[in-house]
T-cell receptor, first 114, second 111 residues
Framework: NAGVTQTPKFRVLKTGQSMTLLCAQD?????MYWYRQDPGMGLRLIHYSVGEGTTAKGEVPDGYNVSRLKKQNFLLGLESAAPSQTSVYFC?????????????FGPGTRLTVL | LAKITQPISMDSYEGQEVNITCSHNNIATNDYITWYQQFPSQGPRFIIQGYKTKVTNEVASLFIPADRKSSTLSLPRVSLSDTAVYYC????????????FGTGTQLKVEL
């Protein structure tokens, strides 16, 4: 049982390049989340999904797109990377959206945009 | 969304009790309070959750006063391995995009 995994672990992009971050969970969770973590700002929600085929915007969605074609996978895309998107990205999943349900986090992806 | 503030950092010594307070002045009636712990190069992991009064589990206690405008995570007898960033999370029972993390508190435990 791997829990939540993220690929890649590290990535360096040039401004304007695109990339996709992959999140996978093997806990059969309905809900999945993408956060970004920046110094002094904690974790901010980018997008989330309440189930296969559905996605919704979080607090800071601009510049990102997501897809949830399979229940176990949640993809985060950057179509045209900008230096402001340099951050550590975390994926999380939970059984439901209830605040009483624990969110399980992946190990993170450190992205640098030059 | 709830506005959440935490101290940036705290220092302690092994064996001491550490109390980390989270301020959430505009917490809503149906909001829950959850605390997560994060070690370097890892994702956050759940520590404890509560709605009101006091909750205790095997690793921590959570104190929530009657007005619920703040909450305090209490770590008894900390050790070096408790050095981490601690996040307060506030949000309604059906969270979704209304769950808000605090900015985190870096706890450093020394010998």
């Amino acid at each position: 049982n791997a829990g939540v995994t993220q690929t890649p672990k590290f990535r360096v992009l040039k401004t304007g390049q695109s990339m996709t971050l992959l999140c996978a969970q093997d806990m059969n969770h309905e809900y999945m989340y993408w956060y970004r973590q920046d110094p002094g700002m904690g974790l901010r929600l980018i997008h989330y999904s309440v189930g296969e085929g559905t996605t919704a915007k979080g607090e800071v969605p601009d510049g990102y797109n997501v897809s949830r074609l399979k229940k176990q996978n949640f993809l985060l895309g950057l179509e045209s990377a900008a230096p402001s998107q340099t951050s550590v990205y975390f994926c999380a999943s939970s059984y439901s959206a209830l605040a009483t349900d624990t969110q399980y986090f992946g190990p993170g992806t450190r992205l640098t945009v030059l | 969304l709830a506005k959440i503030t935490q101290p940036i950092s705290m220092d302690s010594y092994e064996g001491q009790e550490v109390n980390i307070t989270c301020s959430h002045n505009n917490i809503a009636t149906n909001d829950y309070i959850t605390w997560y712990q994060q070690f370097p190069s890892q994702g956050p992991r759940f520590i404890i959750q509560g709605y009101k009064t006091k909750v205790t589990n095997e690793v921590a206690s959570l104190f929530i006063p009657a007005d619920r405008k703040s909450s305090t995570l209490s770590l008894p007898r900390v050790s070096l391995s408790d050095t981490a960033v601690y996040y307060c999370l506030v949000g309604p029972r059906r969270g979704g995009n209304k769950l808000t993390f605090g900015t985190g508190t870096q706890l450093k435990v020394e010998l």
